[in-house]
């Protein structure tokens, strides 16, 4: 089957089942890889997947046509990640910023030897709160506004978990031997 995105959206809304396995396989990648920044392991990112296409496929006849379709995809899953992160964390600490006593990092050019896979590879040990603010935050474009609003926290802890994240992944990378420790580094 050889589909436009129009034409195969005009079927997934029919509930075609061909059609809906091949946007499955189509976003497959690109999907699993957002889950991935968002689970705690590939089984709960692959969940978390499931649950999103699921939500996609439910709610496709409310896609106006409107706007990218990819981006109207993205935008379920991260609520899907959100609401897994809510249902899975209920007893989860948040710091308030006021209570510490971190420095900001200035901005400087990132050095060339620092790869992406390290980058990825740290971001994934950090923490899942602080991994989910600073996927929100630096990754997805969301305000600490719109982060309190979708996790249930003060922007205040959206702020010092996004500060204390930055704070992790620096001494992680610099522990890798990746950033050199009197460059600061905005992460």
């Given at each position: 089957m050889n589909l436009t995105e129009e034409e195969l959206i005009r079927l997934c809304k029919n509930n075609n089942a061909k059609a809906q396995k091949l946007l499955f396989n189509k976003y497959y990648g690109l999907l699993l890889g957002i889950c991935v920044r968002y689970g705690k392991s590939k089984a709960e990112a692959?969940?978390?997947?499931?649950?999103?296409?699921?939500?996609?496929?439910?709610?496709?006849?409310s896609y106006s046509g409107k706007g990218s379709f990819?981006?109207?995809?993205?935008?379920i899953v991260v609520n899907v990640a959100i609401d897994n992160?809510?249902?899975?964390?209920?007893?989860?600490?948040?710091y308030d910023i006021d209570e510490l006593n971190g420095e900001p990092y200035l901005v400087s050019d990132i050095p060339d030897n620092l790869e992406?896979?390290?980058?990825?590879?740290?971001?994934h040990?950090?923490?899942?709160?602080?991994?989910?603010v600073f996927n929100l935050f630096a990754i997805e474009g969301y305000s600490h506004k719109e982060i309190a609003l979708r996790m249930g926290i003060s922007e205040n802890t959206s702020k010092t978990q996004l500060l204390k994240a930055r704070k992790s992944l620096r001494k992680k990378l610099m522990r890798l031997n990746k950033l050199p420790q009197h460059k600061k580094v905005e992460i």
């Open positions: 692959e969940d978390i997947l499931q649950t999103g296409m699921l939500r996609i496929f439910k709610h496709i006849g990819e981006g109207w995809m993205k935008r992160f809510r249902k899975n964390n209920k007893h989860y600490y948040y992406v896979k390290d980058i990825l590879k740290t971001i040990q950090l923490p899942h709160g602080y991994r989910m």
